[in-house]
């Protein structure tokens, strides 16, 4: 009889485990299931209020904020434009418009047309709602990928047991929902800045180059630099996606849990020749993707040059374009007043050092491209995102749609930078420039009670904040490298 009951209250506690075991797994679906469900919700919520804003655009007058329009950005001299288009003129004739002649076709017809007695604005705020929703579920995408890959690195390396560890945050998400919920975001959105849809290519080169589009990518970079220029930097990024795939600890720490493996492996005489030679390191380099991507990058580039000139045929070909955009945002031209740090500075300066400087700074974003491309290689995503960062910091005409951008990238990363340091004094640093810089521009512009440097002393510090947010984001990826690699050590002891 006691033998009966142990055996009964064995059985009677399996019993009790798996259906706890069964019911874990049934609240597990169903948390899966909710999931989508939120997303959607709070991304249509977001649409919702971006709706209700364009409807009272007239009285937030968003698009003539500094912050929001540069001259490369802004719907007005887009529309300026288009205008001496349609008299027979250059668009680029007078100082109003630098951007691209394919934007100006796209969007330009968007400026003038009503929609039953509707604000000729209402169109192209629709086309920039659009154009965040696409990017918000671009990113969405590509932070699946990177969900599944950090959690794939994890089981290769011995760090987790279940694919289904909650642990891993779904990063595709919150950097989707931290894009359409961003204030810059939805400032550039209503302010009729045309930051949204540079920003869909920035995304869309990225998307393409996670998901091995080498088409896509290729398109969305060539898009991306002819918009703006400097998203050419991503060309390394997208090249190290490619060629050796998506984020990934140091290769070196595989190799040591190959090791590690070997060694427990060597004193079993059961293990066979094949798992013995079966690799757990990443794929090698593949050129044949990169040579793939730099002949769409190529055939691209050349459609766009086509379809650039038959646009300007009869109003200066592509010299004239190559001058008014390319050469107005290296030579800085317009000194109008901005969130960034060169207006004030080339303002100042003697022309006789100004294409020296000139020369410094932009030679300044290049310095740092080989560097970082050595150290991170092994994060091409992340590496992608630094650049970004650094390019809004140092670029000619800054807007906060570039801040936009890189903080939703900055999100992927949540399971990696979990541990960040200053985020709370970084968060306060950028909520304090954003509702400081309109009180000092309107104090320096309107009230006439102060000067240019209360505007400037607030691009310093907002150039300050954005550089104490990317060195703590390097050191935070290093730092979480560092602790892989002291895990995965303790991992190995165990184990032998």
Same mark, same amino acid.
């Given at each position: 009889r006691p033998l009966v009951q142990v055996v009964a209250l064995s059985l009677a506690g399996e019993f009790v485990k798996a259906r706890e075991m069964k019911k874990d797994d049934g609240e597990m679906a169903e948390e899966e299931k909710k999931k989508p469900c939120r997303f959607w919700i709070w991304a249509l919520s977001s649409v919702v209020f971006r709706l209700i804003l364009i409807s009272f655009a007239g009285n937030l007058n968003l698009s003539s904020r500094p912050e929001v329009s540069t001259p490369l950005t802004s719907i007005r001299r887009l529309a300026e434009g288009y205008w001496?288009?349609?008299?027979?003129?250059?668009?680029?004739?007078?100082?109003?418009?630098?951007?691209?002649?394919?934007?100006?076709?796209?969007?330009?017809?968007?400026?003038?047309?009503?929609?039953?007695?509707?604000?000729?604005?209402?169109?192209?705020?629709?086309?920039?709602?659009?154009?965040?929703?696409?990017?918000?579920?671009?990113l969405r995408g590509i932070g699946k990928k990177l969900q599944m890959a950090y959690g794939l690195n994890a089981r290769l390396l011995?760090?987790?047991?279940?694919?289904?560890?909650?642990?891993?945050?779904?990063?595709?998400?919150?950097?989707?929902?931290?894009?359409?919920?961003?204030?810059?975001?939805?400032a550039c959105c209503v302010g009729l800045s045309t930051s949204p849809i540079e920003n869909l290519t920035v995304i869309l080169a990225?998307?393409?180059?996670?998901?091995?589009?080498?088409?896509?990518?290729?398109?969305?970079?060539?898009?991306?630099?002819?918009?703006?220029?400097?998203?050419?930097t991503l060309t390394i990024p997208i090249i190290f996606l490619l060629g050796y795939g998506l984020d990934a600890p140091p290769l070196k720490l595989f190799l040591q849990t190959k090791k590690v493996d070997n060694e427990g492996r060597s004193t079993s005489s059961a293990v066979s020749k094949k798992a013995k030679s079966k690799p757990?390191?990443?794929?090698?380099?593949?050129?044949?993707? !990169?040579?793939? %991507?730099?002949?769409?990058?190529? /055939?691209?580039s050349?459609? &766009?040059?086509? $379809?650039?000139? *038959?646009?300007?045929?009869?109003?200066?070909?592509?010299?004239?374009?190559?001058?008014?955009?390319?050469?107005?945002?290296?030579?800085?031209?317009?000194?109008?007043?901005?969130?960034?740090?060169?207006?004030?500075?080339?303002?100042? !300066?003697?022309? %006789?050092?100004?294409?020296?400087? /000139?020369?410094?700074?932009? &030679?300044?974003? $290049?310095?740092? *491209?080989?560097p970082l491309a050595i150290r991170l290689k092994h994060r091409p995503c992340f590496l992608a995102f630094i650049y970004l960062a650094i390019s809004s910091i140092l670029k000619s005409y800054p807007s906060v749609g570039d801040s936009a951008l890189y903080l939703s990238l900055w999100a992927l990363f949540v399971n990696e930078l979990v541990d960040m340091k200053f985020s709370f004094?970084?968060?306060?640093?950028?909520?304090?420039?954003?509702?400081?810089?309109?009180?000092?521009?309107?104090?320096?512009?309107?009230?006439?009670?102060?000067?240019?440097?209360?505007?400037?002393g607030n691009a310093i510090g907002y150039a300050c904040f954005q550089i104490v947010f990317v060195v703590e984001s390097v050191s935070a990826m290093l730092n979480h490298d560092r602790a892989l690699k002291k895990c995965n050590s303790n991992h190995g002891e165990v184990k032998n």
């Open positions: 001496l288009k349609q008299a027979s003129m250059s668009p680029y004739a007078g100082s109003m418009y630098h951007g691209s002649p394919l934007l100006l076709s796209l969007l330009g017809p968007l400026t003038v047309q009503r929609i039953k007695g509707q604000p000729s604005h209402l169109l192209c705020s629709l086309v920039f709602v659009v154009a965040d929703i696409s990017s918000a579920l671009l011995g760090l987790l047991k279940s694919p289904r560890d909650k642990g891993i945050l779904p990063s595709g998400d919150i950097a989707a929902l931290v894009y359409l919920w961003n204030p810059f975001t939805i990225l998307y393409g180059a996670v998901t091995r589009k080498v088409p896509l990518a290729a398109f969305g970079l060539v898009m991306a630099t002819h918009l703006s220029l400097y998203p050419a757990t390191t990443r794929l090698p380099f593949l050129w044949k993707k !990169v040579a793939h %991507f730099v002949f769409w990058l190529l /055939l691209w050349l459609c &766009v040059l086509v $379809l650039c000139a *038959l646009s300007l045929t009869k109003y200066g070909g592509l010299e004239e374009m190559f001058n008014r955009t390319y050469g107005f945002i290296l030579s800085i031209e317009d000194l109008s007043p901005n969130i960034g740090v060169f207006w004030y500075f080339f303002a100042e !300066v003697f022309d %006789f050092f100004r294409n020296f400087f /000139l020369i410094v700074f932009h &030679v300044n974003i $290049l310095f740092m *491209l080989l004094f970084l968060f306060c640093g950028y909520l304090g420039i954003s509702l400081l810089s309109p009180v000092m521009h309107n104090l320096w512009i309107w009230r006439g009670t102060g000067n240019a440097n209360f505007y400037f």
